[in-house]
C-alpha cells in the first residue's frame, strides 16, 4: 500500500545506507537496512549473504530479526524498516510475519521488488493478515550508484559459495537497474 514520507526518513535512510557501503566493502551486493522505533534507530546491519553463505542472510531478514531480539518481541508493531532497495519476495514476506508497521525503500526492483515497484505488492494483499504502508525512493539516487558500482566491477567466476556471475548476468543487471531506476 503506497505510504506517505515522513519527516527523518531522510537521516534514517542515511544509516541504511551507510550499511550498504559497508556491504560494498566487504564485496556484498551493496544493500543496507536499519529498523527504528520510537524515534530511535534499533538495529542496522547489511547484506551478509557471501559471508554466511546464506540466501537469508540479507540486511533486512537480519535488521529483523535484531529488532525482534532486541524488543523481546517477534511483533515489530511500531517499527519502520529503511532498506536503500526494494524488498525482495522473502524480505517482504518477512515484514508481513513480523508486522511491521512501516517500510521505506530507496531504490525500486522492477525484477524482485515485492513492494509495488515490481512485479508484486506484498504491502497490500487483502487476504494478509498484515498490511502496512511502502514508500520508495527515498535517496534512491545515492543506493542505485553503489548498486551500479558494485555490478560495474564483477568479474566472472568465483571459487566459493556463490556461484559466479557471468558477463550476461551482469549485463542482465545493468539492465534491470536502469529500468528500475525509472520506477
Ligand atoms: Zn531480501
Given at each position: 500500500m503506497?505510504g ?91 515484514c508481513v510475519?513480523?508486522r511491521v508497521s512501516r517500510v ?19 504491502s497490500s ?5 498484515h498490511r502496512f504502508p511502502a ?49
Amino acid at each position: 500500500m503506497a505510504g506517505t514520507l515522513k519527516e527523518h526518513d531522510f537521516e534514517f535512510m542515511d544509516v541504511a545506507l551507510e550499511e550498504a557501503r559497508i556491504a560494498m566493502a566487504e564485496d556484498e551486493v551493496p544493500v543496507g537496512a536499519a529498523i527504528v522505533y520510537d524515534g530511535e534507530v534499533i538495529a542496522a546491519d547489511h547484506n551478509r549473504v557471501r559471508a554466511s553463505c546464506s540466501a537469508l542472510a540479507h540486511g533486512e531478514m537480519l535488521v529483523l530479526a535484531a529488532a525482534a531480539k532486541k524488543l523481546g518481541d517477534w511483533r515489530l508493531n511500531g517499527c519502520t524498516l529503511y532498506a536503500t532497495k526494494e524488498l525482495c519476495p522473502m524480505c517482504a514476506g518477512a515484514c508481513v510475519m513480523s508486522r511491521v508497521s512501516r517500510v521505506v525503500f530507496a531504490v525500486g526492483d522492477c525484477a524482485m521488488g515485492c513492494l509495488g515497484g515490481g512485479p508484486f505488492d506484498f504491502s497490500s494483499v487483502p487476504m494478509f493478515n498484515h498490511r502496512f504502508p511502502a514508500v520508495g525512493g527515498v535517496r534512491s539516487d545515492e543506493c542505485l550508484v553503489l548498486l551500479r558500482e558494485f555490478f560495474a566491477t564483477k568479474r566472472i567466476p568465483r571459487k566459493d559459495c556463490s556461484e559466479g556471475i557471468t558477463s550476461d548476468q551482469v549485463k542482465m543487471l545493468h539492465k534491470r537497474l536502469d529500468k528500475s531506476a525509472n520506477i
